[in-house]
């Protein structure tokens, strides 16, 4: 039961960084219900290569959140080195028939003390030696301060953590609106009914901007389909994540690799009922190309797969905080959903319980694209 001044807030959202925000609001003495439309990490969550990274190019602002983001699960790793679901073994990208390209990234990277050094096939081994040098262009971009994080993992961390702190969590409760009294955010309604509350945080991947449609507020939606595949168990040994023009591939617990890329974009086709199809030849094909970045003859055999929209803001960068149309009401928006889970979580939570916007979230409002 809430205590008379405690504040009450209903979380939206069963992927990561609702997970991430609602166990953050109980740490500040919130009472929190946290409500997903189907259960815990089934959406962009359970299908994301989830690269820890602020690699290339972007605006200060998101670089300097992002690796505030990488921070926190730094410090996370240090508490617990031997998770087999974070590492920070570095990544590794190339591009295709682009010397050009590699020299202007790793420029920029510099510029800026982004940890970010030119590899050939000779001395790639020096990076991770389970790569395979001739699937190396002339020179390709090692940025050992990266990492990965398996987000279903991690999530379960999280809500353990929410839900021994009091948090509740409601699961399948179908499509939820946001409730308004008097142009403030008073609540939700789900198909379960309704759940008053001090402020809502919609944090629902690509589906934000449809939940914040209804109340005045518009934020465009770039969210393309996307597929993660996961491997069989094998004996390959890489560490690092690779980036290359025809597959990113990731270390995964259980000596798997998750693999994903854009190239099959256009071959995803939605289903009734908001399912999508891909054919599975196109989910080998890209097994065969993520085989060709590794070592030894091994070729990696896919154990499944899980495709739908990843979430993308429409101009790229995310959309955080509270809705200057609704007070009360509070969005997460965003691509980079793995790097910023926990900082993410924890700023907009003191920005709820404190009522003060956060310096780190003023260039995120959705106010940006009116």
């Known amino acids: 039961m809430a205590l008379k001044n405690e504040i009450k807030v209903v979380v939206l959202g069963g992927g990561v960084i609702g997970v991430s925000t609602a166990l953050e609001l109980t740490k500040r003495g919130a009472a929190v219900t946290l409500v997903t439309e189907a259960a815990l990490c089934s959406g962009a969550s359970g299908r994301s290569l989830s690269w820890l990274n602020s690699a290339g190019e972007r605006s200060l602002p998101y670089h300097a959140l992002r690796m505030a983001g990488i921070d926190r699960y730094r410090t996370l790793f240090a508490q617990h080195p031997d998770l087999d679901w974070l590492r920070f073994d570095g990544g590794l990208c190339w591009f295709k028939d682009d010397a050009a390209g590699t020299q202007t990234r790793h420029a920029y990277e510099k510029t800026h003390g982004y940890d970010s050094q030119l590899m050939t096939a000779d001395n790639v081994a020096q990076a991770d030696a389970a790569i395979n040098p001739d699937a190396l262009p002339?020179?390709?971009?090692?940025?050992?301060?990266?990492?990965?994080?398996?987000?279903?993992?991690?999530?379960?961390y999280l809500v353990n953590q929410f839900r021994a702190r009091g948090g509740e969590v409601i699961e399948h409760a179908g499509k939820a609106s946001v409730l308004t009294?008097?142009?403030?955010?008073?609540?939700?309604?789900?198909?379960?009914?309704?759940?008053?509350?001090?402020?809502?945080?919609?944090?629902?991947?690509?589906?934000?901007?449809?939940?914040?449609?209804?109340?005045?507020?518009?934020?465009?939606?770039?969210?393309?389909?996307?597929?993660?595949?996961?491997?069989?168990?094998?004996?390959?040994?890489?560490?690092?994540v690779l980036n290359t023009p025809r597959a990113a591939i990731r270390p995964n617990p259980g000596n798997r690799y998750a693999l994903d890329h854009d190239w099959y974009e256009e071959d995803i086709q939605?289903?009734?009922?908001?399912?999508?199809?891909?054919?599975?030849?196109?989910?080998?094909?890209?097994?065969?190309?993520?085989?060709?970045?590794?070592?030894?003859?091994?070729?990696?055999s896919v154990q499944s797969w899980k495709t739908g929209l990843k979430p993308i803001p429409g101009d790229g960068d995310p959309v955080l905080g509270q809705l200057q149309k609704v007070p009360g009401c509070y969005v997460a928006f965003t691509h980079s959903g793995a790097t910023l889970a926990l900082i993410v979580g924890e700023l907009l939570a003191e920005e709820i319980v404190s009522g003060e916007k956060h310096p780190m979230l003023a260039s995120f409002s959705a106010e940006r694209f009116s």
């Open 138 to 156: 002339p020179q390709a971009i090692f940025n050992p301060g990266e990492g990965w994080v398996s987000l279903p993992h991690l999530t379960e």
């Open 181 to 240: 009294d008097q142009g403030r955010a008073c609540g939700i309604r789900t198909e379960q009914g309704e759940l008053r509350a001090d402020a809502v945080v919609v944090a629902c991947g690509p589906w934000t901007p449809d939940v914040v449609a209804p109340l005045g507020v518009t934020i465009p939606n770039g969210s393309p389909v996307s597929m993660l595949v996961i491997t069989e168990p094998g004996s390959h040994e890489l560490k690092a």
């Open 270 to 300: 939605p289903l009734a009922g908001g399912d999508y199809y891909i054919d599975e030849q196109v989910v080998a094909k890209l097994a065969d190309e993520a085989s060709k970045l590794l070592r030894g003859d091994e070729p990696l």
